[in-house]
């Protein structure tokens, strides 16, 4: 992987060489910032969290951002990020990113600072394709706030569902070309990464399983993770068109689960029954399709997926395995509406549906999301407020997420939010109920 | 006797006078198809920043790079923002169907989602991303929608030292008028080069609602273009000045800069 980060970088260092001397032979001056077209966006955001009356986060973040044109054809793009938090409370010490690839881990530079390369691609056409190559994002699907078909990237789980998406999407090393035949554009992707979803360290304010405490005999073997970098990669195919007024997607992956299989073991260890935890990550099937058209003031939109190869814990504690394995139907449809002066309304409805119909699953079989987002703008669209809200009803689970942005000049913008989270605190969301919080922001751009 | 000679010749002159005016005024209808006529080129690419002032004095600053190309039936158009950074690579694409019983097909590309999002085309005339100008003003550029007012030529007027045609439009129906967000507009059509320089505006109570006017205009390549564009709200105080430059009607735009793929790569 470094060798090819090197070649990357080599190959990025001569296009620019051969752009300078491209200059210099046309005895144009040679500006470096034209060449590099740089920005920066420099951000603070702390928050305060009610039930523990403490900063729960004070975080600075410097993004830099290069955008070069080697050629009319070829642009190279470098995004990176440094972080810095104050509190140490989200990852406390140094996170040990056990389940990200050694390339794409963030560089720990202590327990409060840390810099992460975010993107490093070349974005080339060639004739009607479009090939991106490195470390980059790539996003499916058209669900906001939950995801059935954003499974490319995995995620980094810092602030739980909380933080912007793409601040905790986690970049991967990958190789995108879309080709266009006929009318219909295929994109091919090929991710030899093996980097999962990054979940916080026990102690962190979003870790996992916090409420469910372990007895003594409780043991968890170390996370086993795919290796090989040609027989473990993930492979993708997007077909996408636009008939008729729709736009229409038929995707396909073929790849490791994000979030690792739990099974469960009960060996005698001095003759004492200890529950073992072994989590592994095992390969799965998505098949799936998205569409979206406009109506009048609606726009209606939607996907749905299924997974082949779920595995799902199982609510008997004998059970051998502890898991079972199904298949996982999930669907969205969604409607925005837009009828009124500078102001959007957003309806989701999700369903997911474990198809195996085993009496000992540690959920429902099938379960229902809803989301609502009302979003509107004032005084020439310098003051937003934004307001989210998803539920999952068999649960009765959710948060609740509300922020007013204002833009003070064209590239500095303030903001106040607040989150607040509700539901038993053994479900997947209401765990974390007692994380409601109030933050207050700042972005400037260069 | 004198009285009632005099009163006719009065009246010959009168009607004269009336037939001369109305001979001096084309019609509407005529004066519309010229302004929809006029060549704009197959093809564009523009820059254009808009300096959007409030009535307090605070300003922004925003900097895009646009592209047009007119198909058979269609016009494809697609924007992207440079600066500042924060907006900075958000794309907008748009099909405009020649029919006007087809809506329009719009795609907003906002990359801190990293996805292209389907918006409806049917909020026409709402502000364009806090501008001044609503979303049809910046589909339409100087053209003048026929299907959209019934029209009529009321006199001529000069402006900026130009004898323009004063056209008032009245939307055709009130759903037309909601849809637009306004009652009236007045064209200041510039007979040289087709174009309505000035364009006064009236909300749907019929108060003054904005005016849009033209502060530059040259020719390139032989197609007059806009190169700046004053746009005052007369009800909020808030300004736009939309300034065009380095417009290129000569490098032919391939089909697929006006694809969904190309709004997510910024270009």
Known sequence: MFLRLTVGILMGALCTADLVAQDK????????????????????????????????KTEFIFKPEFNIDLSKNIRWVIRSRMYAEVTDRLEP???????????????????????????????????????????????????????????????NFREFLLDEFEDSRIPLWSLKADIPIKGISAQFVWIPDQSYNDLPDPGGTYAFGQAFEGGSNIRQNPLHKPDRFIQDSDIGLRLSTFFKGWDLTLNYLYFYDDFPVN??????????????????????????????????????????GYQFDKYVATNDITHPLGVVESGQLMAVSGLDYSGITNTTLSAQLFVDWITNDTSILGRDHFETNMSLLLSRNFINETLDIDLIGIRNINRGEGFVQGKINYLLKSNLSI?????????????????????????????LGI | ???????????????????????????AKEII??????????????????????????????????????????????????????????????????????????????????????ISAANRGDYFLGTDLTYEDIKKGTKISREDYTFKTLKKEQVDGKQCYLVEAIPVNDKIAKELKHSKVHFYIDPKTWISLKNEYWDISGNPLKTT??????????????????????????????????????????????????LLRGR
């Open chain 1, 25 to 56: 032979a046309a005895h144009k001056p040679f500006n470096l910032k034209a060449l590099l077209n740089p920005s920066v966006l420099i951000e603070w955001e702390s928050a305060y969290a009610f039930e523990d009356k403490e900063i729960q």
């Open chain 1, 93 to 155: 010490g140094k996170p040990g990113q056990v389940e990200v690839s050694d390339l794409s881990r963030r560089w720990i530079m202590g327990d409060r600072l840390e810099a992460e390369l975010r993107e490093f691609y070349f974005d080339i056409k060639i004739k009607k394709t479009f090939v991106t190559i490195g470390k980059q994002q790539i996003v499916w699907g058209k669900a906001d706030g939950l995801r059935i078909m954003d499974l490319v990237n995995p995620f």
């Open chain 1, 263 to 304: 099974f469960q073991s009960t060996p005698l260890i001095d003759d004492v029954p200890v529950l073992t935890i072994s989590p592994r990550y095992l390969r799965n099937h998505l098949l799936g399709a998205t569409f979206s058209n406009a109506f009048g003031s609606f726009t209606l939109r939607g996907e749905a």
């Open chain 1, 415 to 443: 903001w106040l939010g607040g989150e607040i989270i509700y539901g038993d605190r053994d479900t997947f969301i209401g765990q974390f109920k007692g994380q409601d919080r109030i933050y207050l922001g700042m972005e």
């Open chain 2, 1 to 27: 006797m004198k009285t009632i000679k005099l009163i006719f010749y009065a009246g010959l002159i009168g009607l004269w006078t009336t037939q001369a005016f109305a001979q001096a005024l084309p019609s």
């Open chain 2, 33 to 118: 198809n010229k302004v929809n006529a006029r060549n704009e080129g197959p093809y564009v690419t523009q820059e254009f920043t808009m300096e959007l002032t409030d009535r307090r004095g605070k300003k922004q600053l925003r900097k895009t790079v646009s592209y047009r190309k007119d198909y058979e039936g269609q016009r494809k158009s697609v924007l992207f923002f440079s600066s500042p950074t924060n907006v900075k690579g958000t794309g907008f694409l748009t099909f405009d169907y020649h029919d006007a019983d087809k809506d329009d097909d719009q795609w907003l590309y906002l990359p801190a989602l990293r996805k292209t999002r389907r």
């Open chain 2, 213 to 262: 006017e033209i502060e530059a205009l040259v020719l390139i390549d032989n197609i007059w273009t806009v190169q700046k564009i004053n746009a005052v709200n007369h009800k909020t105080g808030h300004r736009s000045i939309l300034t065009f430059s380095g417009s290129d009607y000569k490098t032919e735009l391939e089909d697929d800069l006006f694809v969904e793929q190309t």
